[in-house]
């Protein structure tokens, strides 16, 4: 009965003619964020750097930031473009090393760009839910270690896809693609 009368009261028209200044129970709250610093692919400071080992440095500075016991984490949801095992194997091991228990769900998702907005988004949807009461939204992503193009192999891709522009497009590198987004839009590189 309780959770009827939450979700009722997330749909009542109280609650969607309210200000979004307005707090709520209903509110799902970002504790703490954390990120590693950008680097160049295949140059940069952390071109070495295997994702598990930036991603166990982000949840442990993330834990120290929040303060939040690490036991009361119900689930990761994490973000990637292309990475092995989908990506679920760096989020994993990275959570067991920042001493994240094995009762504390991984899950990856790749979104490509947005990846790790899509998690942030899919773990306060799970809130909102009442799914879980307390989860991590991350993204991960070694574009040195594990370019994006190299993950398949194209002799395997049907000719169909060749033969067809917006499928062939789906094959340029994530580099050409901001350019191409930079030039269309009219945004310098400074910028």
């Known amino acids: 009965m309780e959770r009827l009368s939450?979700?009722?009261?997330?749909?009542?028209?109280?609650?969607?003619?309210?200000?979004?200044?307005?707090?709520?129970?209903?509110?799902?709250?970002?504790?703490?964020?954390?990120r590693t610093p950008l680097t160049k692919a295949g140059k940069g400071l952390l071109k070495d750097t295997a994702p598990e080992i930036m991603l166990k440095h982000v949840f442990e500075a993330l834990v120290k930031r929040s303060k939040i016991d690490p036991k009361k984490v119900e689930d990761i949801v994490c973000g990637n473009v292309l990475q092995p095992g989908a990506g679920v194997f760096p989020c994993r091991m990275a959570a067991f090393m920042a001493g994240f228990p094995d009762t504390t769900c991984a899950v990856s998702i790749n979104r490509l760009c947005s990846s790790?907005?899509?998690?942030?988004?899919?773990?306060?949807?799970?809130?909102?839910?009442?799914?879980?009461?307390?989860?991590?939204?991350?993204?991960?992503?070694?574009?040195?270690?594990?370019?994006?193009?190299?993950?398949?192999?194209?002799e395997k891709l049907s000719e169909a896809v060749f033969e067809h522009e917006k499928a062939r497009n789906c094959l340029m590198g994530m580099g050409m693609t901001s350019e191409n987004v930079a030039e269309k839009y009219g945004i310098s590189r400074e910028t």
């Not at 749909?11 to 707090?23: D, G, K, T």
């Not at 809130?127 to 370019?147: K, Y």
């Open 116 to 154: 790790g907005l899509e998690a942030c988004a899919t773990v306060a949807a799970k809130i909102t839910a009442g799914i879980i009461d307390i989860g991590i939204g991350a993204g991960v992503e070694s574009m040195s270690l594990f370019d994006m193009n190299k993950t398949f192999d194209v």
């Open 6 to 34: 939450n979700i009722s009261n997330q749909i009542s028209p109280n609650v969607l003619s309210s200000s979004p200044l307005q707090r709520s129970a209903n509110d799902v709250v970002i504790c703490a964020a954390v």
